[in-house]
């Protein structure tokens, strides 16, 4: 398993998510007590998103050495130095307009200036990996990424951090709570112009190979429990760790129907776990994990 978490610039802030019950945008150090908790549960892997207090039309407190991000990897490096610690590599939750890369002005359909966002990307996952990321997780859709951070970490010496691409991101209604989590709602149109179309398979085939010569050392699919079928092709076509990601409103769904007693949450959690693990993924990233974690 690997726990996302939202850390948000601050002291002492541990601020619930209303969507994501059980979830909190946390400041640095209550951000390290969680992940010892969830140490002490057996998760041994977090995936990092972070709020920034301001935005601008490039995302620049993305690439900022002294950025949110970078200072909660090297807090939960030095405190509980045995986490692996995957950094999120998108720039909507820092960008003004909330999409995830710089964009071309006009238009009412976003229009991401692709390789002006791949030279953001670069100096993104080298201050990443600067702090302390064992795995640095581009998000983004952009065409290069793998490539332009692969070159970017070796070129500093950064040869031994892990790049898992999401490789197969299909555009979903199924991240609405996370726009509340990470507060990287778009501010106009939505991600369908470089997020994947539900309709088609065999993109993500495409993708998830281009990733993988790009230099990717594992790939994900998200979301996870609609796209079971992309899981299992992509295990058995390519001989790599999958990783499936069990995204915000997947979770939000079953805590809602638990909270209304229409269910058992933490019975449902385990058995949707359950079939992601069977349809191939190696890691699941979930909001589940320590609940899930509690009963195993
Ligand atoms: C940023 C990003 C998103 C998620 C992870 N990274 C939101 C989006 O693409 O709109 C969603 C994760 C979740 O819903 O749990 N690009």
Redesign the pocket.
């Known amino acids: 398993f690997v726990l996302?978490l939202f850390i948000r610039s601050g002291r002492g802030v541990k601020k619930n998510i209303l969507s994501m019950p059980g979830h909190f945008q946390m400041s640095v150090v209550n951000a390290v007590k969680e992940v010892r908790e969830a140490k002490r549960l057996g998760i041994g892997s977090v995936l990092l998103f972070g709020v920034p207090d301001s935005k601008d039309e490039l995302g620049s407190e993305a690439f900022n050495p002294q950025g949110v991000i970078q200072v909660a990897v090297s807090e939960i490096k030095q405190r509980v130095p045995e986490t692996v610690v995957i950094t999120?590599l998108?720039f909507?939750e820092y960008t003004s307009h909330g999409h995830?890369g710089a964009v071309r002005k006009g238009g009412s359909e976003p229009n991401i200036d692709n390789d002006a966002t791949l030279d953001l990307i670069a100096k993104t996952a080298l201050v990443q990996a600067q702090a302390g990321a064992d795995i640095i997780a581009p998000?983004?859709m952009v065409d290069g990424m793998v490539r332009t951070i692969r070159q970017s970490l070796d070129a500093n010496g950064f040869t031994d951090r892990l790049i898992l691409s999401y490789a197969a991101k299909y555009a979903s209604s199924?991240?609405a709570?996370?726009?509340e989590a990470a507060e990287?709602a778009p501010q106009f149109g939505d991600?369908r112009t470089y997020?994947m179309d539900s309709a088609n398979g065999a993109e993500a085939l495409r993708e998830v190979s281009v990733d993988i010569n790009e230099g990717a050392d594992m790939v994900m699919v998200k979301p996870a429990l609609s796209y079971l079928d992309i899981i299992y092709r992509v295990k058995r076509r390519f001989n790599i760790p999958v990783a499936a990601?069990n995204?915000?409103?997947e979770y939000a769904m079953v805590r809602a129907a638990g909270a209304q007693g229409w269910l058992d949450a933490d019975k449902a959690a385990l058995e949707i776990l359950l079939s992601i693990k069977r349809a191939g993924a190696d890691l699941i990233i979930t909001y589940h994990a320590k609940d899930v974690a509690k009963q195993l």
């Open positions: 996302p999120d998108c909507c995830c998000s983004g199924f991240y709570p996370f726009r990287g991600r997020q990601y995204v915000s409103g």
